[in-house]
């Protein structure tokens, strides 16, 4: 499956942005979905998942309150990012896994990436 995020920008502190992730194959619904992002010179990390029909969301500490992961019946996943702040700024990437039943948070777990979108907050 191919994964193509859009949606990154610039955008002032305490603005927002939404993330689209579209994925090229119907079975997506049969994929657990995550976003993660990279800062420069940090690791990868773990912002939101979603389970296979949505009912369940996990988030990063960081985000909690904030950030908003979706998932439309067809074949894309979003992420609703509030109240941005300059600690958000990153490349960020959404992932599928199609062997989970739970969401997980190691991205060594997902097997498919999009190409990435970069978001940054000015202050």
């Known amino acids: 499956v191919q994964l193509q995020a859009f949606g990154g920008g610039m955008v002032q502190a305490g603005g927002c942005l939404r993330l689209?992730?579209?994925?090229?194959?119907?079975?997506?619904?049969?994929?657990?979905m995550g976003w993660f992002r990279q800062a420069p010179g940090k690791e990868r990390e773990f912002v939101a998942g979603i389970s296979k029909n949505g009912g369940i969301r996990d988030y990063a500490d960081s985000v909690k309150g904030r950030f908003t992961i979706s998932r439309d019946a067809k074949n894309t996943v979003y992420l609703q990012m509030n109240s941005l702040e300059g600690e958000d700024t990153a490349v960020y990437y959404c992932?599928?896994?199609?062997?989970?039943?739970?969401?997980?948070?190691?991205?060594?777990?997902?097997?498919?990436w999009g190409q990435g979108t970069l978001v940054t907050v000015s202050s």
């Open positions: 992932a599928a896994d199609p062997d989970a039943d739970s969401i997980g948070s190691y991205s060594a777990i997902y097997e498919y």
């Open positions: 689209s992730c579209a994925a090229s194959e119907r079975t997506f619904r049969r994929y657990v």
